[in-house]
């Protein structure tokens, strides 16, 4: 018996190829084939960061309460409206959208680097919807290549963001930044969505 297995692993040993068929390497991400499985990825990553932006905003209001709307200058505006959804193209909407979560990325940096004493209290929870966001991206950028749609542009060179001028100038600007990135993943989840029907 153990000559008839010997003799059959030599003989297996001479096809290796035609025998076994090489398969993909170990932790090799599989790739999609279906653009809608794609968006609804990104779909599923833009809700999930819309709820920690929602939760970290009521967090800021409960810790530093601040009536009225706060407003940078530097912040972009939002892309979309009710009236424009019926009129949104995919390479349009993912291109705004990598633009303008580049620039609340750059405000949320800005906040942990520049915000003060007061904003160090939330030191972990702005660190991690940094890290959310460049994970958006990333996928924002990937989903753009596997639909080969139009790369964007090179991002032109931004001036700095000066220092707040006071620890309220700080909060104010907290909230300004988690506002308009609630409201800007908010009206993304449903462009995402409506452009998926198109598909």
């Known amino acids: 018996m153990n000559c008839v297995c010997r003799l059959v692993l030599v003989v297996l040993s001479l096809w290796p190829h035609r025998v076994v068929a090489p398969g993909p390497p170990a932790g090799s991400p599989r790739v999609s084939s279906d653009p809608r499985a ?43 409206s009710a009236g424009t959804l019926g ?41 991690a919807l940094q890290a959310r966001l460049e994970r958006l991206l990333r996928r924002l950028q990937l989903l753009t290549s596997r639909l080969a749609l139009p790369q964007a542009t090179p991002d032109q060179p931004v001036p700095p963001l000066g220092p707040p001028a006071s620890a309220w100038g700080s909060i104010r600007a907290a909230h300004a930044v988690l506002g308009g990135l609630h409201l800007t993943l908010d009206w993304a989840v449903r462009g995402l969505l409506l452009l998926k029907t198109r598909l």
């Open 87 to 127: 009129s949104l193209q995919l390479p349009g909407v993912l291109t705004r959208l990598r633009v303008d979560l580049m620039s609340y990325l750059r405000h949320v940096q800005w906040l942990r680097r520049a915000g003060g004493p007061s904003l160090k209290t939330l030191e972990p929870e702005l660190g």
């Open 38 to 80: 794609d968006l609804d990825s990104t779909v599923l990553l833009t809700r999930s960061l819309l709820a920690d932006t929602r939760q970290l905003a009521a967090q800021m209001r409960d810790k530093f309460p601040a009536d009225g709307d706060h407003n940078l200058d530097s912040l972009p505006t939002l892309a979309m």
